[in-house]
């Protein structure tokens, strides 16, 4: 059980165009999901926390206007790059709690994206 | 105050050794302390979780000691295999908040 699961796994786009990644509790309600950013060989760095029906919580530095965040369900939460650059590739991973009542986090496989 | 310290960065253990990887953290507030392992390319799964009630917890070959006057604690793994080799976070929250705070990472070696 507590199954994440991220859409695409990988993804390359031109510079200036926007890439949508989506972020899926398979086998239960996320009332928590997080979104992560992490560089290479370097610890998860948060970007912004969102609970299903209002609006995310964005970390210090992270341009909410850049990363656009949607939690429309309890399964679902999309992270939407806008207007990507060279400088936003990087590995993205979401997370979500509320599968067996506790806070543990139950992270997906992650979207390796690559602006060229 | 929030940082969770981890060590050491990287480690090499031959196989059937028990590496041990440690973590240090200051905020006494926090009360839920996971272990991730992650693999190149993949998101991080969670290993194994503790509470502050209890000093030690295990979990097949993976083991949490939890030092609460010293504010510490640290993964064993017994008879590590090559399939371990990995890197491995410890990570602390308080309850009800959700918010992790990541120790630096450890990537472990194990040769055959």
């Known amino acids: 059980g507590a199954v994440v699961s991220q859409h695409p796994s990988r993804v390359i786009c031109k510079s200036g165009t926007s890439v949508k990644i989506e972020c899926r509790s398979l086998d239960f309600q996320a009332t928590t999901m997080f979104w992560y950013r992490q560089f290479p060989k370097k610890s998860l760095m948060l970007m912004a926390t969102s609970n299903e029906g209002s609006k995310a919580t964005y970390e210090q530095g992270v341009e909410k206007d850049k990363f656009l965040i949607n939690h429309a369900s309890l399964t679902l939460s999309t992270l939407t790059v806008t207007s990507a650059h060279p400088e936003d590739s990087s590995f993205y991973i979401c997370?979500?709690?509320?599968?067996?009542?506790?806070?543990?986090?139950?992270f997906g496989p992650g979207t390796r994206l690559t602006v060229l | 105050q929030q940082q969770v310290k981890q060590s050491p960065q990287s480690l090499i253990v031959q196989k059937g050794g028990i590496p041990i990887i440690n973590c240090a953290y200051e905020?006494?507030?926090?009360?839920?302390f996971p272990w991730y392992q992650q693999f190149p390319g993949k998101g991080p799964a969670l290993l194994i979780a503790?509470?502050?009630d209890v000093s030690e917890k295990k979990e097949g070959r993976f083991t949490i000691s939890f030092n609460k006057s010293a504010k510490q604690f640290s993964l064993h793994i017994m008879d590590s295999q090559p399939g371990d080799s990995a890197t491995y976070f410890c990570a602390a929250s308080i309850r009800g908040n959700y918010q992790l705070i990541w120790g630096a990472g450890t990537k472990l070696i194990i040769k055959p």
């Open positions: 997370s979500a709690t509320g599968g067996d009542g506790t806070d543990t986090q139950y």
């Open positions: 905020n006494t507030a926090f009360d839920y």
């Open positions: 503790i509470r502050p």
